[in-house]
């Protein structure tokens, strides 16, 4: 295993309409982990997005329509694949997720070995734990993936996590549309991959709406657990071998 | 049915025919789907001229005592299947057309960078 220094890591930023909330975010990274590379990818904002994060050191992907989340995170997959990166993470663009625990993801990888690491709200109780009935909601999806996956995970639609190369060649490959978030877990766990979780903490939203409203918030409720029913009728992707990876 | 009103079916059979002939001439139907359409009409064409005394058969074939029923269920049945192609249609379409939002993105960001490279060459 190369150093820690030598490796490449990319932060893929998907963001939809962030001009108020990425500068903040674009600051503290660059201040914290100058040695990883920042790549925004704009799904088609009608804000100025764009403009907004060329001020900073970063790389901007501009999605000619908006291609919702799993779209926008997986363009920034297919360049962490295409350009050799070592880990890639993604985060919010919003402000929920907070820099200083990409340390805790990066440590985590390392330490367990795993494919991917989930950052969970959940794990120990701290910061934002958003309203009680998302909670509710979360905690359902939790379970019913710990069960098919057989491994405990707490915060499954989570958007901060970080991939090794194993894990961005299934997912440039394929990746969810519907309810990214949680299926992208189950995705990786068929194809023979390894997933675990590690506590973080999380904010509310700084400014803007979030992208789930009430009624999108229901409709999610019920279509995701049919979403996965769907996934798992699908047929298997077969993973890559270790050294076609690595 | 008497004769007027097969006459009336065979006319409207006969509209979509047209129709899709229509479409076909003007290639506003791809190949894939004018295959499809022209067999369809003319099997529409076929039903409604010669078909009639068949349904009362295959009514009977299908243990349904009503025949005009068995007609809806044929109809609702080939047009259900019709449907469920046009959803893997557009299913196959939507993943295209994201595999080349993608690559647009990848693309121009590359281009972008190229050309910023180059900008700082001939300043330098």
Redesign the interface.
Known sequence: METNGARRGLVIIPAYNEEQNLPGLLRRLRQLYPQLEVLV?NDGSTDRTSEVALQHPV???????N?GVG?AV??GL??AW?EHYDFAIQMDGDGQHRPEDIAGLLAALDRSGSDMVVGSRFLATAGYQSTAARRVGIRFFSRLLSALCRTPITDATSGFRIWNRRAIAVLAQHYP?DYPEVEAILLLHRAGLRISEVSVNMRGRAAGASSIGWMAAFSYMIKTPLAILMSLLRKREPGPSREEAM | MTEHGQTFVFLLTLLIFALVLGLVRMRKITEHFAVLWVSISVGLLLASSVGFPYLFRIATLLGIPYPPSALFLLVIFGLTLLVIQLYAWVSKLNERSRALAQQVAILGERLDRMVAERERGKAG
């Not at chain 1, 790389?59 to 329509?65: E, K, N, Q, S, T």
């Open positions: 990818v790389r901007l992907l501009a999605l000619p329509c291609l779209g997986q363009a297919m360049v295409q549309e």
